[in-house]
């Protein structure tokens, strides 16, 4: 991996959703909800900064162990996007971009998932054959 974490698309997407859910939190209706925003603003500064940590070690197999965790923080991103807008905390139109995003990056995930798995399938059969 000789990429920084800051060039990755997937990564940018990510500033960009914390973005879009950090003043989504700003909305009137969340004042109150210490507990609800803490947890939602946490989970989505989990999506960037388990790329990043792993990232830096160069290794492949503990890249995508914390990709897998960043794609479960999507998850409770988009959870917690379906709680707001159920406890009328705000509606869908308000919702629905950081909702997409988060869609998007979870598949994004995937792929970057894929693509390393495929590459330590060709390492290992490159070594095998030697």
């Known amino acids: 991996m000789t990429k920084s974490f800051e060039e990755f698309e997937v990564y940018k997407k990510?500033?960009?959703l914390a973005q879009l859910i950090f003043k989504i939190?700003?909305?009137?209706?969340?004042?109150r909800e210490f507990g609800f925003k803490d947890q939602i603003k946490r989970a989505v500064v989990s999506v960037t900064n388990n790329i990043a940590e792993r990232s830096e070690y160069n290794?492949?197999?503990?890249?995508?162990r914390y990709l897998k965790i960043s794609k479960g923080s999507c998850a409770e991103v988009r959870s917690m996007?379906?709680?707001s807008r159920e406890l009328k905390f705000c509606n869908q139109s308000e919702i629905q971009k950081s909702y997409d995003?988060?869609?998007e990056i979870s598949?994004?995930?995937?792929n970057f998932i894929k693509y390393l798995n495929g590459k330590i399938e060709c390492n290992k059969k490159a070594f095998l054959n030697s």
Do not use: P, Y
Request: cysteine-free; glycine content about 4%; proline content about 0%.
């Open 101 to 103: 995003l988060s869609i």
């Open 81 to 83: 996007l379906i709680l």
């Open 25 to 31: 939190m700003e909305n009137q209706a969340f004042q």
């Open 14 to 16: 990510g500033i960009l």
């Open 59 to 64: 290794n492949n197999k503990q890249l995508i």
């Open 107 to 110: 598949q994004n995930l995937s």
